[in-house]
């Protein structure tokens, strides 16, 4: 039998078991390290192990080496040894539950969002837009809103655009000016992300968040994992936009639970530098704010990267629970990197923390969790345990088999394509053409019959004014019973 402590399990020091308390999971976490220390292993055994406490997961995929996580690992003498060595015993090898999300819809379901659930904070993120440029991108969202016109995908984008830059003598005494640079440089930053791929983005139908919330039938919680080599090679800021999506998602749509046994779920952010990498500082404020909130919510988030300089000081102070992987020491960077790691660590009066950084072998951290009372604990040097998962991916087969087994197969396969901003507008467009067509031509006869203008134009006016006040009304009962209220990050806060 595997004799695993009630909590979840990180390794052994020379002296006890090291685990995360669940109660204290919801107080955030560091996996740090440099390249090929273990990082991957130390996040597949947490992933592994909030899923087996019945809380599900969404961890990114990166280098395309973690879906093995899905299938039972072997347990070789190398793996037995060191897991006897932490306490445990003949572990049983398993899989965990997972589903695979891929935006391009390679290597797992695809992943859309629309326009509208971004918002425009990181939609502006995302285009790198400037704060100019972002206000427009504001007003845009508010006239699409106040219109009830949908956003769903980029060619409502650039048909409200095209909109704002023809209506801007009318949308700007309401809701502010609108240059025409402004709206040229949005377009070119569109232009730039299609040819990334952003396209595959947005759209119908859309994730919702309930998606990633799923148990399986034994309770234990689903690993789900974003498929994200090609999307974070090609458009990085696209990748950090989709965490940063969910985790206003989560912040935004559920209730506060307070102090929970467990958290509800647990958001893993790979690369973590990417989330604040050229970030204005108002966004990481924001940021900064939603970390510190969520886990009110019975959301804990984890952040995975190189150095822990890579996370600003404000959201690394929130970090109760930390795994640091060796470090290198080669340059005066590096050297600082290694200072700033030690120097978040509870100090452990037996152990050089700086020194034992530098020494630390692969599979081997220091490690500080928080205890019953959410104080920290000294930092000890862990051997990790090794994870009862498969260790690297799984082949192409084996993972187009679980994507076909999978409860989500089948449902976001088709793309949908439904009325919202741009037919509308492109409907107004021809109504106003052909309009304007019958109205030159109902000119032309009357001029040929000599018919007195007075009369005509009197009906011609009527017609229009009757086109009007349908147009209003339509408006009207578009915005009766809607408000538009969004979050912290932009994305909207009810549905």
């Keep these: 039998m595997e004799n695993l402590p009630p909590d979840l399990l990180i390794g052994a020091s020379s002296e006890r078991p090291v685990a995360i308390h669940p109660k204290m999971a919801n107080r955030h976490g560091l996996i740090a390290g440099a390249t090929g220390t273990g990082k991957t292993i130390t996040l597949q055994i947490l992933a592994q192990g909030f899923s087996d406490l019945g809380i599900p997961v969404l961890v990114p995929d990166i280098k395309g080496d973690f879906s093995g996580i899905a299938l039972a690992g072997t347990l070789s003498d190398k793996l037995a040894q060191r897991a006897a060595r932490v306490g445990l015993h003949n572990p049983t090898m398993r ?27 990181m939609l502006a993120r995302l285009l790198n837009l400037n704060e100019t440029q972002t206000g427009v991108l504001q007003i845009l969202f508010r006239v699409a809103d106040d219109n009830g016109w949908l956003l769903l995908d980029l060619k409502d984008l650039r048909s409200m655009l095209s909109h704002l830059n023809q209506h801007r003598s009318e949308i700007g005494p309401r809701y502010g000016n609108i240059s025409p640079a402004s709206i040229g440089a949005i377009q070119r930053a569109l232009l730039n992300l299609e040819g990334q791929g952003g ?52 912040f935004e749509q559920l209730p506060e639970v307070g102090d929970a046994d467990k958290p509800r779920f647990v958001l893993f952010f790979d690369e973590a530098h990417l989330l604040f990498k050229d970030t204005p500082k108002s966004l990481v404020d924001r940021i900064e704010q939603v970390v510190r909130l969520i886990r009110s919510k019975g959301v804990g988030v984890y952040f995975i990267t190189q150095s822990p300089l890579d996370v600003p000081e404000a959201i690394l102070g929130q970090l109760g629970n930390r795994v640091q992987h060796a470090l290198r ?23 050089d923390t700086e020194q034992v950084i530098t020494e630390l072998g692969v599979g081997e951290a220091l490690v500080s969790v928080l205890d019953e009372k959410g104080v920290p604990t000294p930092v000890e040097r862990v051997m990790i345990r090794p994870p009862v998962s498969q260790m690297g991916p799984i082949t192409d087969t084996e993972r187009r088999q679980l994507i076909d087994r999978s409860l989500l197969a089948g449902v976001y396969d088709q793309a949908l394509d439904r009325e919202s901003a741009y037919e509308i507008l492109r409907h107004q467009a021809e109504q106003a053409l052909s309009e304007s067509t019958a109205r030159t031509r109902t000119q032309e006869q009357a001029s040929r019959e000599r018919t007195p203008s007075r ?11 009757g086109s009007l006040g349908r147009s209003a009304m339509r408006s009207l009962g578009s915005q009766l019973g809607r408000a538009i209220v969004r979050g912290l990050l932009g994305s909207l806060k009810g549905r």
């Excluded at 960077?333 to 030690?342: G, I, L, N, T």
């Excluded at 009369?455 to 004014?465: F, Q």
């Design 455 to 465: 009369s005509r134009s009197k009906s011609g006016l009527e017609s229009m004014a």
């Design 95 to 121: 899989g965990a539950p997972t589903v695979f999300w891929d935006v391009f819809g390679e290597q797992g379901h695809p992943l859309r969002l629309t326009i509208a659930d971004f918002g425009p904070i």
């Design 329 to 351: 020491a080669f340059t005066p960077r590096d050297q600082k990197a290694v200072r700033s790691a030690a120097q978040t660590f509870r100090a452990n009066a037996g152990l």
């Design 199 to 250: 396209e595959r983005l947005f759209g119908e139908p859309a994730v919702t968040l309930e998606d990633f919330l799923q148990t399986d039938s034994d309770g234990r919680g689903v690993v789900n994992i974003l498929h994200a080599a090609r999307l974070y090679r090609e458009t990085p800021l696209a990748y950090s936009s989709i965490l940063l999506w969910l985790l206003s998602e989560l």
